[in-house]
Structures are given as C-alpha cells and as structure tokens.
C-alpha cells in the first residue's frame, strides 16, 4: 500500500492506494464518525464490491445502510440527493453518521454532495472504483449534481475524511473507461511532472495490461500532482484552473459530438493534443515535443481526431465555455512538457488552424 496526505490544514486527509483496501479495516477506522455508515453505489458497482465493504464496516462494529442508485451521468440530480436524504432520515441517522462513496465519479459527486448537505454536513469517504475517480474526481473535494441547465451546477467544495482506493477493483472496469481514466493521467505528467510524462512513455504497456505497481504508481503520482495544486488553490482562484489542460478543446468536443459519443477523458485526449498544437503554433513548445505527447495518447489507445463538424461549431461551444469564465476563453497551454501556462491572449486564426489540422 501507498499512501499520501492532502495538506489543508483542519480540512487535511489521507489518499491510500493499494490492493485488497477494501477488506482493510484498519483503513476505514480513523476516518469514521463515531455514529452508523450508509454506503452509497451505483447499480454496476454494487453487486461486485459492495458486500466485501459492507462487511468490513460491520467488521468495526457499525450499523450500514446501503444505498444504491441507477449507474450512469443520470443519476447526478438533486431528485438522488432527496432520495439520499430521505433514507437517510428514515433510518435516523444523526450528525454522527458517515456517508462511503463505493463507485466512480458520478457516486463521488452525488455522495460528496450529500454529505455536505445532509444536516449542515457529515462525514464521508471516497472508495474510488474507476480510474478517473481515483486520479481525479475523488480528490479535491469537489463534489455536486447536475441542473437540466447545465453540467455540475449545483455543488460544494467539501472535503472526504479519506480516500481509499483499491486497486483491485480496476480489474473489472471495461476497457473504455479505463482507457478514459488514463487520459487524465497523462495530463497530470504534463502540467506538472516531467519525469512522470517520461515514467509513462516507459511503461504504457504495464499500465494497459493493469499491472497492481504499475497501476499503484500512476495513481499515487497523479494524486500527488493534484493534491499539489488543490493545496495551493483550494477554491479555484486561479492555479488550480491548469487542470483543465485540453478541457476547453475538450469540453466543445464532447458537446458539438453530442454528449455520449466520446467519454470525457477521450475527448480530453483530443482537447490535449490541440491544447499542444496550439502551444506549438504560439512557438511555446518545440515540434519534438508535441510529437512525443501525440504518441503517447495515441499508445493509451485514446482517439486523436475529432469528428469533422465546421469550424464554427466547436467554435461556438468555446464561446458557451467562455461565457462560464467570465467573457474571456482561457486557454491551457504548455510551455514545455511538465509546465502548464494559462493565457486569454491566442489568435483566434491559431485556434482555428488547430482545430482544421485534428478533424477526421
Ligand atoms: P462513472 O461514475 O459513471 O463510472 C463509469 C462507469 O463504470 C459506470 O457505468 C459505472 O457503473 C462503472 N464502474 C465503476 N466502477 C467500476 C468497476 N470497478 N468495475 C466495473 N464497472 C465500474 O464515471 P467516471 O468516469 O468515474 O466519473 C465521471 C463523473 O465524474 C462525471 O460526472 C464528472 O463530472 C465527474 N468528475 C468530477 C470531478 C471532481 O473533481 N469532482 C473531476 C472529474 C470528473
Ligand atoms: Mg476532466
């Protein structure tokens, strides 16, 4: 098992990374409340590993509920935390209780969500079940739902007690996802870790065949780099927002695509590679160095290309995310593999060339 530590003064917490956690009591103990757990899954996940967690929970005594809603982006709603809530009540559980979020990233934002608001605040822990989850959204403390209006607009920045992520239950994730999760790795060597970019142009093929130290590192690598930034920037002054490395490209395509066509991370792994062309084009990186970041995408089995749409659609979704930050588009460049630049000030002729050169 590895372990690391999200620094936030009162608000810190441990991220431990292994096989078989899960089963692990000893690592679920310091990070309950003294009162009764529920346990909150999806329809996917629960029935592979929601009875070896109920089981350890009970194992340190305590009453759990379970709590298990339809997997899928469809259920991040405020109808899932009523129904949450509701049960919740119906079974009486006081400020003393503790909420376990057993899936991927849709359970971590809906139960974050929860227990952030479930009278005023309660405890909870993330038990991360996709890749994506135990690199990013598990970390951070970003939790929320969805508004017919639009993607996570209606959340809270509220910390887990803990992060326990088995890496044993990556076993069953189906390729895509996987893949998917992967995308957002890579971006963390990119913005941040040099030597980690290098680590994963060395070992891509023990990563893709899910090797438990290969996977073990890649984990504990991009939650460090994470932890790092949201340190630094908890609420998203200002750093934080280089995390967002190809999610402005990334963001239109999976919209103009129609959402569905692509998972997040594919489409992010598009949105790098043109957040990379782009960095290329504004002489902020070397031809060498973009070439080495196209192979490695293209090696984790992410798409490249995005469909062949006009311009002036992804434009025109670049302008719905522009809007979101305030009347200016900002870009996420690179300024060298390891380091991230956050600029407003491209040409829009370079945007455009970007786009055109990474359509089918
Ligand atoms: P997800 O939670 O929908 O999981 C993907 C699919 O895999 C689901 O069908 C799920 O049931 C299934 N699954 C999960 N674990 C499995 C396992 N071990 N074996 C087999 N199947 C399994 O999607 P995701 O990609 O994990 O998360 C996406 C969500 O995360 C989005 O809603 C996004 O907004 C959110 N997110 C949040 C943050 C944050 O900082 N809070 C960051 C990034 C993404
Ligand atoms: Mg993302």
New binding site residues.
């Given amino acids: 098992m590895q372990s690391l530590r999200v620094d936030l003064g009162s608000r810190s917490y441990p991220i431990h990374i292994g096989p078989g956690l899960i089963g692990d009591k000893d690592r679920f103990a310091p990070a309950l409340a003294p009162g009764p757990v529920a346990i909150i899954s ?4 629960a029935p ?2 929601l009875e070896a967690l109920d089981k350890t929970l009970r194992s340190l005594g305590k009453t759990v509920l379970n709590i298990i809603l339809p ?3 469809g259920s ?1 709603t405020l109808a899932s935390i009523q129904e949450i809530t509701g049960q919740l009540l119906s079974a009486g559980f006081g400020r003393d209780c503790s909420l376990c979020a057993l ?7 809906i139960a ?1 969500f929860a227990a952030a608001a479930y009278q005023r605040g309660v405890a909870y822990l993330q038990v ?3 890749l ?2 135990m690199v ?2 598990s ?2 403390g ?3 739902v969805n508004h017919p209006l639009g ?2 607009m209606i959340g809270a920045f509220y910390q887990p007690r803990a992060v326990i992520a088995d890496t044993d ?6 390729e895509r ?1 996987f893949r ?2 992967l995308s ?1 790795v890579i971006k963390y060597g990119l913005i941040s870790d040099q030597g980690f970019f290098s680590w994963l142009e060395d070992h891509m093929d023990a990563v893709m065949a899910r090797d438990t130290a290969a996977l073990m590192h890649i984990i504990e690598r991009s939650c460090a780099d994470k932890a790092e930034v949201v340190t630094r920037d908890e609420q998203e002054g200002g750093l934080r927002a280089i995390l967002n490395l190809g999610h402005t490209f990334g963001h239109a395509i999976e919209a103009a695509s129609g959402y569905g066509t692509f ?3 594919e489409a992010v792994a598009i949105g790098i590679i043109m957040a990379a062309d782009l960095s290329r084009r504004l002489d902020l990186i070397r031809e060498s160095e973009q070439d080495r970041i196209y192979a490695l995408m293209e090696g984790a089995g992410l798409p490249t290309l995005a469909p062949r749409l006009p311009v002036t659609e992804y434009l025109r979704f670049m302008q719905v995310d522009k809007k979101a930050q305030g009347g200016q588009v900002r870009f996420i460049l690179l300024r060298g593999i390891g380091e991230a630049v956050i600029t407003g000030d491209v040409p829009p002729a370079a945007v455009i060339q970007t786009l055109n050169a990474f359509m089918e």
């Fill in positions: 999806d329809s996917n996940v592979l590993y997997a899928g982006e991040k899936g991927g990233g849709v359970i971590g934002d974050g991360p079940t996709t994506l989850a990013d959204s970390v951070g970003k939790t929320g993607k996570n239950t990556l076993d069953t994730l189906p996802e998917s999760g957002e998972l997040h991370g």
